[in-house]
Structures are given as structure tokens and as C-alpha cells.
């Protein structure tokens, strides 16, 4: 007789979102018999305490602590361990993972989903990645020119807030109460610039009906990666176009691609002053001072960073390239002679703006 599958709910959002009063609304609601994961960056675990607080409903609810750590990083083992000694519990229908405000649910899916395919006993199964929206911060804040220039250190902030906003495939907008009915309008039309499909549901206080979660489709890993726009940018542009892609919602985008190095001060430079029409930009460059090093360029608003992140493969050892050049040939698929794997190879989407202007700025930062 085959397992009854075991739902598993993983709640994100940014710190203050929402995420545990929505999870407290969601206990009283004695639906059904949840665990609870709950996950916080620090030693002492204030949600999980607040959690506790709310009466004797949690009693029923087994619950489990995550401290120290982040369950898309340095507690995925102990997070799948946890998962599989909840779902030994047959009278639990489901288990509902709070992760932390800053982690990033692409990496606890894709963990998780790595984790299913590699344990086909297990009985656990991802039903959906909800992300919660505080939708007065997001008008105030992003909509609004998110920050002034000065205030640097929170480009990575928003930055995070838009990957937990496109990969889900529900959005809680929360605090609604906080935005009249035309300010609201304008955080949801901004939100579907970034997230064009997953389900959105408003509410007041975290408080949402719980079978609005279980009556939704399963969760499906590859169709919300496509859902982002710079996923669809990826999949849907010709590189070679002279115009941009536009879809369904004006909302236009290219692919940027370049073997030779960007310069890294006339870079800068372009970030600096970079395109107000310009709303959302990721991909990889690199410099031509530092051959090593691949780096991450994002850009949401008016904040952009560039993170160094591994090293180009054709930057190993010889004893170390040799052998993976043999094990797996088809990296030299795109390798150019002189730059071997080293690529720039960046989307940009926004919305009235002319690719060829755009185009031209960035061929401005090459190096030849």
C-alpha cells in the first residue's frame, strides 16, 4: 500500500512581511493537524516564541525550531531531517516551513526538489512556495523611489524582496488596509511587472482562508522559474533582434550577450547613471582587471550591485581543467579562443525604453 503524500508549504517574504501572523491566523483555523518549521537567523528564535503565544491550538501543532542558520544554506541537511522525521507522524496533514526573512526560496525549492527526486520513498511532496508581500512597504519604499542614492547597502534588501516575489507561486499581499484602493492598484500592476502568474490573494492582517493554499495546484519547480521576467527574457528572446521582446503586459526585454570583458570604472560609471526605464536587470559579466571571477550584476529600481560569485572553469589548474574537460565536453561548446568560458550574458527588461540606446551604452564599457 502506497504512502499517503504529505504536503509540504513553504512561507517566504521579507523581514516584517507578515510570514507569523499569517502562520498564527492559519493555526487557530483547526483545519487540519500541521507541523510547524520555523527558521530564524539569530540564536533566540522570536517568532517561534511569539508562535507560542497563541494559545492552545499550538499545543496540537508540533513545532520545530531552526536557529542559527538559514535552511536554504547552512541548515539544508538538518531542514530535510527534520521534514523526514515530521512526516514519520501519519496523523500530520501537512507541514508548513516559515523560513527566514532573508532567505532566498529558490534555493530551499530546489533543494527540496533535488531531495524528492534522490528519495523515492519519501512521502513528503512540495505543494507551494506563498511569499508574503507588505504591500504599504513595497508602495512607500520600492514603487516610490525605494531609497535615496545614499543609502547603498540596501540594494542587495531589494534585490532579495524581488527573488522572493518571483519565485513563488502564490503572493499574500498583506497590510492592505495600509493602501487605498488606487495606491493598491498600482503595487499590484508593479508586482505583475516582476510575477506575471502566480496566484494573488489580498487580506488584512495575514488573515487568509487556509484551503486557498490546498485547493491550488502543486507546486511545479521549472514552470515558476519561467514565471520570473528575467526567466521569460532568457527563453523567449532572439539575441540577435534588433528590438526588444515586448509581452502581453508592454513590458519589454533583451538579452545581452558579449564575450569581451567590461572595463570596470566605465561600468561603474553606466551603473551610476543607469536607465530609469529599466526595471528589473540580472545576468553574469565580468572584468577585464580580473580574469578569475565570474560576477552577478542585478538591478531592481533604482538599486544595482555587482557580487563576485566562482571562478570561470577555463581559471582552474590545468591538472584540475584537463579532467573535467574530458568528464564533460560540452562546456567547450561556446568556448572562444581567446576568452575561453569568460561571457557577459545579462537580461534587461523594463518598459519604453530603445535597446539600441541601452546596446550602445554597454558596448561604451567594453574593453576591446
Known amino acids: 500500500m502506497s504512502k499517503k503524500k504529505l504536503p509540504i508549504v513553504v512561507i517566504t517574504g521579507y523581514l516584517g512581511s507578515g510570514k507569523t501572523t499569517l502562520m498564527q491566523n492559519i493555526l487557530k483555523q483547526e483545519k487540519r493537524k500541521i507541523a510547524l518549521i520555523v ?7 522570536i517568532d517561534a516564541s511569539i508562535l507560542n ?79 508574503v508581500v507588505d504591500v504599504d512597504r513595497i508602495y512607500r519604499e520600492f514603487l516610490h523611489d525605494l531609497m535615496s542614492e545614499e543609502e547603498n547597502d540596501d540594494g542587495d534588501v531589494i534585490n532579495l524582496i524581488i527573488d522572493q516575489i518571483e519565485f513563488c507561486n502564490l503572493m499574500i499581499l498583506n497590510k492592505t488596509d495600509l493602501l487605498d484602493e488606487e495606491q493598491l492598484s498600482e503595487v499590484k500592476e508593479g508586482l505583475r511587472n516582476l510575477q506575471q502568474e502566480a496566484k494573488m490573494i489580498t487580506c488584512v492582517n495575514g488573515e487568509v482562508d487556509l484551503d486557498i493554499i490546498f485547493e491550488m495546484e502543486d507546486f511545479d519547480y521549472d514552470e515558476v522559474e519561467a514565471y520570473s521576467t528575467v526567466q521569460r527574457a532568457l527563453n523567449n528572446c532572439e539575441h540577435d533582434d534588433e528590438k526588444a521582446c515586448v509581452d502581453e503586459y508592454g513590458i519589454s526585454s533583451f538579452v545581452f550577450e558579449e564575450k569581451r570583458p567590461f572595463n570596470r570604472k566605465a561600468f561603474n ?45 577555463s581559471s582552474w589548474p590545468d591538472n584540475e581543467l584537463e579532467p573535467l574537460l574530458k568528464d564533460f565536453p560540452d562546456l567547450k561548446d561556446d568556448w572562444d579562443e581567446t576568452y575561453k568560458d569568460r561571457c557577459n550574458q545579462v537580461v534587461f527588461i523594463g518598459r519604453g525604453y530603445e535597446k539600441a540606446q541601452i546596446v550602445k551604452l554597454l558596448y561604451d564599457c567594453i574593453e576591446d
Not at 499545543?59 to 514519520?88: H, K, P, W, Y
Not at 531592481?300 to 550591485?305: C, E, H, Q
Open 39 to 45: 527558521n530564524d537567523m539569530g540564536s533566540i528564535n
Open 53 to 131: 503565544k497563541t494559545g492552545n491550538q499550538v499545543a496540537q501543532v508540533e513545532m520545530v525550531e531552526m536557529q542559527n542558520g538559514c535552511i536554504c544554506c547552512t541548515l539544508r541537511d538538518e531542514f530535510m531531517d527534520e521534514i523526514e522525521r515530521l512526516s514519520a507522524d501519519e496523523s500530520i496533514e501537512a507541514i508548513f516551513v516559515e523560513a527566514s526573512g532573508i532567505s532566498e526560496p529558490s534555493s530551499i525549492a530546489g533543494a527540496f526538489v533535488n531531495y524528492v527526486d534522490m528519495t523515492p520513498d519519501t512521502r513528503v511532496y512540495l505543494k507551494a512556495v506563498v511569499s
Open 269 to 313: 560609471s553606466f551603473v551610476e547613471k543607469y536607465p530609469q526605464a529599466l526595471i528589473r536587470t540580472k545576468g553574469y559579466i565580468w572584468f577585464s582587471d580580473d580574469w578569475d571571477h565570474v560576477q552577478l550584476f542585478e538591478q531592481a529600481g533604482r538599486n544595482a550591485s555587482v557580487t563576485e560569485l566562482s571562478e570561470w572553469v
